[in-house]
């Protein structure tokens, strides 16, 4: 039975393969080659367009420790099922906390709200949030992975 560690890299591996053939298809783009952006525009194909939703997370009330750890749970559950592409405080440059922001995957603003709706926070009150879509196009994930003993690092 392979480990969930050694299958996480085995399938970290596999995407950043799978990027590396995609842009070689693709070939090297220049920015200043790239059409227009905005309404009636033409889509820009060799862009990423992977669809993910976001939301704003506003504390209304100050949750319990047991209601916190309810919250960071099924945080993990959504990550744990490929749900949650990321989550975390967003804090001003002082460090003071503002807001949470969660990244999720769905097909549709209702997929999205469902998922939002689960959250513990919301459910008991104590956060309300807004709802919106993200069109991820560009970025770059640094993975490192040591083969010998499946230990995977992000940069």
Known sequence: MIS??????????????????????????SYAAMPAVGP???????LMQKPLWFYITTTIKTP??????????????LEKKGIMFAAGPVTDVNGKAEYGLVVVRAQSAEEAKQIADT????????????LHQWDLHEGHIDLGIDFHDSHVTAK
Do not use: C, W
Not at 64 to 77: G, K, R, S
Not at 119 to 130: A, V
């Open 4 to 29: 969930q560690t050694r299958t996480f890299a085995l399938m970290a591996a596999a995407f950043v393969m799978g990027g590396a053939v995609v842009a070689s298809i693709l070939g090297a783009r």
């Open 40 to 46: 009636g525009a033409p889509k820009m194909h060799f």
């Open 119 to 130: 959250d513990p926070m919301h459910i008991n009150g104590l956060r309300t949030y807004t």
């Open 64 to 77: 319990t420790p047991e209601q916190m750890t309810a919250h960071l749970n099924h945080q993990v559950d």
